[in-house]
């Protein structure tokens, strides 16, 4: 045999051996797409209140939700929303604790990433002469699973 025929052969077995080892790694690197862990409270930031106002005819406070998707994947976001007057000034003892007003919760399903979506969350019968004000009490984002191949 020939030093070119040798040649030849060490090559493709090179190549072969090659094919072997670093396939498999790029199969699982391809596949294995897990979604980076995101911080807790981190949908907190996502969200806020763009209007709160009394509706004129049933005189229940509504306020608007805007979600902002700042996650890598598309996904549904619950809010729960915070009814009470004006919060009162701050008191000399910051750890006393503060009254709840009233709650609802409201989703934003199928929000993809970097998309923007508002919802509209309906609250109690206000009071007349006082003034409502609207908060983000908690907010949860729960990732759509990927569709398999």
């Known amino acids: 045999m020939s030093a070119l025929k040798w040649q030849g052969w060490l090559v493709a077995l090179v190549f072969v051996a090659g094919l072997l080892v670093f396939a498999p790694l790029g199969l699982y690197v391809w596949a294995g797409g897990v979604p980076p862990a995101r911080p807790a409270g981190a949908a907190r930031d996502d ?19 805007e979600a902002v998707n700042r996650f890598l994947m598309p996904g549904a976001y619950v809010v729960t929303v915070e009814f009470r007057e004006q919060p009162a000034p701050p008191t000399a003892t910051p750890s006393a604790p503060v009254a709840r007003g009233p709650q609802t919760l409201m989703r934003i399903p199928g929000l993809p990433p970097a998309a923007t979506e508002r919802g509209g969350a309906l609250g109690p019968v206000w009071p007349p002469a006082t003034i409502p004000w609207c908060g983000i009490a908690a907010a949860e984002f729960t990732p759509t699973p990927r569709a398999g191949p």
Request: glycine fraction near 0%.
């Open 47 to 65: 969200v806020r209140i763009t209007d709160c106002r009394i509706d004129p005819a049933s005189r229940r406070v509504t306020a608007t939700v």
